[in-house]
């Protein structure tokens, strides 16, 4: 009897499995598993559907699939994640990135170019992937990443060393800019903002990160409020900030920054239409 079966049919029975347990783009996810276990890449599977597997082959990727179907972000069962481009570690030790972030960047790149900054920081840096990409982008900038984890931060250093970043970025361990000298030219942070009552009732997949990387307190908002003050001492004259808020903050959020000196406050919208960011200049 010829127990071997094609990629094809690895591909249709692993995305029939995970429509039954409720996992988002069941394909994509059956196909990115499967790129993993048998080191290909993704699109590469299309040129193999006939390529017959025994099932020996085919034992990691039952407890990789096991392990999604139960809830386990796929980002952590591959060990990476894309970011702008780039392939960044990321396992349970941060926050996974998510694209609202990327969508960031784009917002950030050419306010920074456009006003000459130098001196920039990411506070919370997570995985690093603000702080490197901006390194990346901007290669003559001066960037600072600070975390109040040691864990986020060993992660954030590793990601460093695989792009070859590591003598572009200082990493440093604080509470968001109590230890910090300023000052700098743009603050840009994505803070925990989650309302704590709210972290129960988050996707199985959420409560995957670190629970330190979700909590903004009562309203979500403990943390940006801390910040917003410090960072209006920690700026250079015209410099600026850019934040990533949760979808129903930015009217609260947005006389924060009036009260601190903040102005021309924008808020920007997300690709999905969702108020997600507020830029401002201080003085």
Not at 23 to 49: M, S
Request: glycine content about 8%; charged content about 25%.
């Amino acid at each position: 009897m010829n127990s071997r079966k094609t990629v094809l049919e690895i591909l249709q029975s692993t995305t029939g499995y995970f429509q039954k347990h409720g996992v988002e783009n069941p394909r994509l996810n059956a196909e990115h598993l499967l790129a993993h276990v048998l080191k290909l890449k993704r699109i590469d599977l299309y040129l193999e559907f006939d390529r017959e597997l025994f099932e020996d082959e085919l034992a990691p990727l039952r407890e990789l699939v096991r392990k999604r179907g139960q809830g386990t972000p796929l980002q952590h069962l591959l060990g990476t994640v894309e970011f702008y481009g780039r392939e960044f570690a990321c396992d349970a030790r941060a926050l996974i990135p998510r694209p609202e972030t990327e969508h960031l960047i784009e917002v950030l790149l050419p306010l920074v170019k456009a006003s000459n900054g130098r001196r920039l920081i990411d506070v919370g840096t997570g995985t690093g992937v603000i702080a490197l990409t901006l390194a990346a982008e901007l290669p003559e900038a001066e960037v600072y990443a600070v975390d109040v984890s040691n864990a986020a931060l060993a992660l954030a250093q590793e990601n460093a060393t695989k792009l070859a970043l590591s003598e572009r970025v200082r990493f440093i361990k604080g509470d968001l800019l109590s230890d910090i000298d300023g000052p700098f030219d743009w603050i840009v942070a994505n803070l925990p903002y989650i309302p704590s009552d709210d972290i129960p009732t988050l996707s199985p997949e959420v409560q995957f990160d670190p629970v330190s990387a979700l909590d903004g307190g009562a309203d979500g908002l403990d943390l940006i409020r801390k910040l917003i003050l410090q960072a209006s001492h920690k700026l250079t004259p015209n410099g600026g900030i850019a934040l990533e808020i949760g979808h129903d903050q930015s009217e609260r959020a947005f006389p924060l920054l009036e009260a601190a000196n903040f102005r021309d406050i924008r808020i920007v919208k997300d690709y999905q239409g969702v108020p997600r960011f507020l830029i401002a200049h201080y003085g």
